[in-house]
Every structure is written in structure tokens, then in C-alpha cells.
T-cell receptor, first 110, second 112 residues
Framework: GQQVMQIPQYQHVQEGEDFTTYCNSSTTLSNIQWYKQRPGGHPVFLIQLVKSGEVKKQKRLTFQFGEAKKNSSLHITATQTTDVGTYFCAKGTGANNLFFGTGTRLTVIP | SQTIHQWPATLVQPVGSPLSLECTVEGTSNPNLYWYRQAAGRGLQLLFYSVGIGQISSEVPQNLSASRPQDRQFILSSKKLLLSDSGFYLC???????????FGEGSWLTVV
């Protein structure tokens, strides 16, 4: 199918703990994007990865694209309550569409 | 700068009633336009996309339809709503040669 699988579906962490969500595809991806959706809000673009093995950082967030370009991960160091939300990966298709992963809902316990 | 507007923000509709959600984009021309649906606590499902006026592609069979009467206007409709149509509907746009999708604020639909 067009979707990508994300794990875990839910994650509860204590504030200050690290968090990682994984995105897996059965097919090779041309690129992978990550979005964050705050509770009650709409998804907001975080980053795009294109190159095999690419690693990008945004403050406490580290994004990684697998060597085979079939998986990706988002790692948050020392979570804060502002990190609460659902994190989606999304893959592009040749038809200019974007298919989203199933999402990982992060809860941060203060 | 580009902006996207979507309305209404919330609505409660009885089963069998019609639906019309409207979305407009400002500050860009000939964008790709999308309608996504998100059931409560679930992921994002692509419903329709459009690459130009009058050009609509459907990703899933359903009782919903979409139209693009103007370059920056995208409308989601239904003649008769089902209970299963309840959810959070998101309009989105992307530049033709861009990769990032920008979402509207969303519309919460509850079918009762």
C-alpha cells in the first residue's frame, strides 16, 4: 500500500527522557518528511531527508534516513512538555502526493 | 506570504445531510491541493488531490467528492453523510515543484 508504518503508536515518557519513533517502508523512498501535530492542531512540517544515511538535527531533534532509504527515525533528546503531540513521517510519490505514516503519539509526563 | 484558509472549523451534521467544506489558498498560483481526513486518534488519509482547475484525483472510494472551480479554491462535498464520515478534515497545498505540504487549520465534522 501507499502508507508507511510507524512504531510505536503511542509513547509515554517522563519529562527529560529521550524519545524515538521509527518509520518503515517496504519500498525504497525517494525522500521522507517529518511532521508534528499538536493536540487539536494541524500537522506542521519539520524536515525533509533525501540522501541515503542522511542525518539532520534541529536542536534536540535528530532525524535519520536509513542507508537503504527504506526507514527513518526521529529522536528527541531530553523531552519537554512542549514536545507533546503526534509525529508523522510521510513519503512522497511520483504523483506529487504525500502519504503519511500511522503516526506516533507522544505524551510527556511532567 | 502564502496562507491557507479552511472553513467551517467545526460542524455537526445529521446522517443523510449534505456537506460542503471550503478551502482557499492565497499568495501562490497553480498549487497542488489536497484533502486529508483524520479519524479520531488515527493517521492522515489522503482523500483527493488536484493539480489544476477541474482536475481531481480520488485516492479512496467513498461518498465524498471534491471540486476545484478556481485555481486556489478546493471544495469537499457529500450529498448524504454517513456516520463513518466523522473526523478531522484537512485541506493542504504544495507548490508544484515543492516538497513541503502546508495544512489548513482543519475542520472537525461530527455526523450524528
Amino acid at each position: 500500500g501507499q502508507q508507511v508504518m510507524q512504531i510505536p503508536q503511542y509513547q509515554h515518557v517522563q519529562e527529560g527522557e529521550d524519545f524515538t519513533t521509527y518509520c518503515n517502508s517496504s519500498t525504497t523512498l525517494s525522500n521522507i518528511q517529518w511532521y508534528k501535530q499538536r493536540p487539536g492542531g494541524h500537522p506542521v512540517f519539520l524536515i525533509q531527508l533525501v540522501k541515503s544515511g542522511e542525518v539532520k538535527k534541529q536542536k534536540r531533534l535528530t532525524f535519520q534516513f536509513g542507508e537503504a532509504k527504506k526507514n527513518s527515525s526521529l529522536h528527541i533528546t531530553a523531552t519537554q512538555t512542549t514536545d507533546v503531540g503526534t509525529y508523522f513521517c510521510a513519503k512522497g510519490t511520483g504523483a506529487n502526493n504525500l502519504f503519511f505514516g500511522t503516526g506516533t503519539r507522544l505524551t510527556v509526563i511532567p | 506570504s502564502q496562507t491557507i484558509h479552511q472553513w467551517p472549523a467545526t460542524l455537526v451534521q445529521p446522517v443523510g445531510s449534505p456537506l460542503s467544506l471550503e478551502c482557499t489558498v492565497e499568495g501562490t498560483s497553480n498549487p497542488n491541493l489536497y484533502w486529508y481526513r483524520q479519524a479520531a486518534g488515527r493517521g492522515l488519509q489522503l482523500l483527493f488531490y488536484s493539480v489544476g482547475i477541474g482536475q481531481i484525483s480520488s485516492e479512496v472510494p467513498q461518498n465524498l467528492s471534491a471540486s476545484r472551480p478556481q485555481d486556489r479554491q478546493f471544495i469537499l462535498s457529500s450529498k448524504k453523510l454517513l456516520l463513518s464520515d466523522s473526523g478531522f478534515y484537512l485541506c493542504a497545498w504544495r507548490q508544484v515543484r515543492g516538497n513541503t505540504i502546508y495544512f489548513g487549520e482543519g475542520s472537525w465534522l461530527t455526523v450524528v
